[in-house]
Each structure stands twice: as C-alpha cells, then as structure tokens.
C-alpha cells in the first residue's frame, strides 16, 4: 500500500508540471482522444468525459511561472489568473488542448473566452454561463440549453453524438468521485492533524488534471494511507478559509497558515470537485439532472448569486458550525472582485454570530510568507486566549 508520502509526492509533481504532461500522454494513448481546458470554479465535467474528453483544470501559473507575455493582454489592475494562462497559451504549453471553457465567474473571465477566441481560432471557446434564477422553469430550462449547446459542442469535437448512457455512466463515476472527496473533507474536520490541509490542496489539484477514475483509485489509495499511520496533535486553531475559489492561493501560503498554528478544517480551494453537495440522480434525463443538482444542491461562493438577501452569509456561518471552526479567515486574490466586494457583508455576518475573523489579499505567485504567517499567528493566538469559543 502507498504511503501519504508517496501518494503526496505524485500529486506534487502533477502541480509543479506546467507542460501537462499527463494529460499530453493521455490524449496520445488512444486516437479520437480529447482534452478540453476549464477555468474554476465550476464546470460540468460529466459532459467532458462522456464525450470521451479529458477535463483539464486550467489554473493559471501559480508562483512558478514568470509572466511576460501575458501582462501585455490585460492592465495592471486585475487579477494574475488571466495574464498567466494568457502566458501557458501564449509559450504554446496548450497546444494540444481541444477546446476551453471559461465559467461564469466575473467580467475579467468572460473577456477572456473572447480574447481566447481572437488568439487561438484554431481552439473551440466558450463562455459558460450559468443561472442566476433559481427556479426549475425559468434558471433550469436557460442552464439545459446552456448544456445542451455545450454537449452539441463536445459531439462535434469527438464527431459523435453524445449519449444519454454516456453521461449517465459519466455522472455515476463523477458521484463516486463526489463522494471519496466528501470523506477525505470529513476526515479532515474530524482529525485535521492527519489530514494537513496542504496534502488535501494537493490531492485536490491532482484531480484537475488525472481523469476521474485514476483520480477516484488516488483518493481510495490515500483515505486508507492515512488510516494506517499516527500524526502528533497539536493545540492549533480550528480556522476556515474563503475567498480563494477561482486564482489559486501559492502552497506555501496554506504552508503559512498551518505553521503558525492553525487547522484549516474547511476551505473554498478547488470548488469543482464539491460543487454538487451530494450525488447527482442517474435515472431520467441527464441534463435535467445536472441542472437540478446546480440549481437545488450546490455550493456557495461570491461568484454565485444569491437571490434570498435575508440569507445572505449564512451559508459562511453553517460551515462554521459544522466544522467547528473557531475562527475564519478571508484570503481572497488581489483585485478580485467577487471575494473583495463580498468580504464587507460577509464580515458582517459573522460579527452578528459572533464569529471572529481576519482578512488578507494574495497573488497566485506570492513569495513572501512571513507577514501571512504572522497575521495567521497572532489570530491563532487571540482565538486560544481571548475567544469564548
């Protein structure tokens, strides 16, 4: 059996491969094979996969990448993610991606879809637009066009029409996928000091990037090596961190973090593989399927709208209280709007409920973690000395 080193240490490698060099020797491994890049925080990876596409996360250069190209496309004053995936596609290290899908998740992403569009003509592009109605007549049948024109989309890709059985078979190997990643988060919030949370970041990213059934074998693999082995308890703040769901905060931040003396026991890293709370129905229409699990059972984030305002925040304070976190902690991308014009309102919610809480800003490419490990520190501290809780 692999240990959670062995098993960390392939996740690693995967992170640091900006060739993608996975997903370059899946397609070639069989002819027809497709891959089709998506940006965070949401897409209907099901769709991909029955098309018989490889679902490849594109989430910018992170701190390892120098970006030249990609700083003369867009001004100075927004965040890093698009100017550094402007510069993978820009040093031909997507070559070989079949499409791009560019989510619903602020201005600077949607003119991205259309600048990707003007850059490489070659390379099908999309906006992925999602509902903010919420009501299955109106919000669900606009989301089943929105997937129905997406599956048109993939069929001609493959040059095959793509079947309801398809995307059933695809939606049950994705519920599997839902489900391992449900039980490492609850291992986590139950013993955090053996699930680091910088080894789930991992895990997770791994999952962007290897198909869904390797990546199901990883997270089996990696549940039962942490079963097997004892990590020593520390006395460390049960924090949550939001914000941090589209630009990828660098490693070493959620490093920081736990170093100075915090269990990060619940985060909004890497939304795509928990997005849908619980498993998406198999029988009937797959694509009302997909569009009820989006409209009635996903997840919360800024870039989401919320059409209830008297609710608004709350979802933060319930996984405050289901993972028992003692304090939260908002790590949002500079210039991101969605995060930073939410953050006051959050902030709100949580004064009422009487949860604290601090507040910083990040680039996927920070070098600098001192000033974050000691914000991190001095909150851990006045969360053991001072809080209530």
Known sequence: MSTTAEIISRCQTLFEDLTFSYAREWKAAMPGRSVVGYMPFYVPRELIHAAG???????G???????IHGDAYYQSYICRIPRSTIELGVMGRLDFVDAMLFPSICDVIRNLSGM????FPKVKSRYFDVPQNYQDNVGGEFYINELKELRDMLAEIRGTDVTDEEIRGSIKLFNENRRLVREVYAARMKQPWQVPSSEIYLLMRAGMILAVEEHNRLLGDY???????????RDNARVLVTGAFCEQPPLNLIKSIELAGCY???DDFMLVNRWERSDVAI???PLQNLASAYLHNSGNTSAKYEPDQAKKGLYLVDAVKRSAAEGVIFAAPSFCDPALLERPMLQSVLAAHGIPYIGFKYAENSGQMQPIREQAGTFADSIKLWSDQ
């Open 264 to 266: 990060i026991v619940d």
């Open 116 to 119: 990707w569009k003007i850059m």
């Open 61 to 67: 250069g992170g701190d390892q990448l120098e970006v």
């Open 283 to 285: 029988d009937g229409d």
């Open 53 to 59: 596409g490889l679902p490849l996360g594109i989430l």
């Open 223 to 233: 549940l039962a090596a942490v079963a097997a082995e004892d990590r020593p308890r």
